[in-house]
């Protein structure tokens, strides 16, 4: 075995104003989304010590803007293969716009559907479905090196199937989107509260304490709060609610806490 075997992962940015996560074992490195623009997330990589011209493959969770907004002149630029599942392609190509208002064709396009394995390089992916209010919304676990990864954000609740699919996991990196009361008196109108809100919309505080007292299996060294919202929520809360869910759980003192955040990187956790 090399020395150097690691696989890290580097939030790139994390919130509804743009997502960007950069997942890497020592011979593969994945981008999943690209909700910022391709000037940001390189800049962002850069300011990582990441070499864009590295990356493989860019993975799509859902069509969602704030996970694809850079994703077209992206792909363009590094001559990477986007993934992404069929109706999310569908989805995707029926409203992205280049800057002059033109329909915008990923050259090189490759499908997967939820709930089946693939491999990129030596990276084996499991895509699986999440409730969130996208055409087919997923999350994804990264094994590699015996290290597993999971990524899952955008989801209105926590289903057995993605309870099961987080499980074992080394790092984890799952959302913490709202606090409830915040979101009830804060300042959108009471549509997108409800949507929110709803098994569709995004996972608050307490529905992740709620995952991490009863569900969660303790087993990851590294948890990452994610796609946290900048209007109705505090990254202080969101950590001390999760602080308090995992300190009721003794056998969980491995666990490390970080929080992603939307207007800087995460540095990378590497295992
Ligand atoms: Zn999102
Ligand atoms: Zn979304």
Redesign the pocket.
């Known amino acids: 075995m090399l020395a150097n075997m690691a696989v890290s992962i580097t939030v790139l940015a994390s919130g509804?104003s743009g997502?960007c996560t950069l997942v890497s074992s020592s011979s593969t490195r994945l981008l999943v989304d690209a909700g910022l623009s391709c000037k940001e997330i390189m800049r962002r990589m850069k300011l990582c010590g990441e070499d864009p011209s590295c990356i493989d493959a860019i993975l799509i969770t859902h069509e969602?803007g704030?996970?694809v907004a850079g994703l077209h002149v992206l792909a363009k630029k590094l001559k990477v293969p986007v993934y992404m599942t069929g109706a999310t392609h569908e989805s995707y190509r029926r409203w992205a716009r280049d800057s002059a208002g033109n329909k915008v064709t990923l050259e090189r396009l490759e499908s997967f559907a939820s709930g089946r394995a693939f491999h990129v390089g030596d990276v084996l992916v499991l895509p699986f479905t999440i409730p969130h209010d996208a055409i087919d919304p997923v999350g994804f676990t990264f094994v590699s090196e015996g290290i597993k990864v999971g990524v899952c954000?955008?989801l209105g609740y926590i289903p057995p199937n993605v309870r099961d699919h987080l499980r074992h996991c080394n790092i984890l990196m799952i959302e913490s989107n709202h606090d409830v009361e915040q979101l009830r008196g804060g300042p959108y109108p009471w549509s997108v509260k409800q949507r929110v809100m709803s098994n569709v919309g995004h996972l608050s505080n307490d529905a992740l304490a709620k995952y991490l007292t009863s569900d969660y299996d303790g087993g990851a060294e590294f948890l990452i709060l994610a796609?946290l919202s900048e209007k109705n929520n505090h990254p202080e809360i969101a950590r001390m609610t999760a602080e308090r869910a995992l300190g009721e759980q003794r056998s969980f003192v491995r666990n490390h806490l970080l929080l992603a955040a939307q207007q800087e990187p995460l540095p990378a956790v590497r295992l």
């Open positions: 509804s997502n969602h704030d996970h954000t955008d796609h």
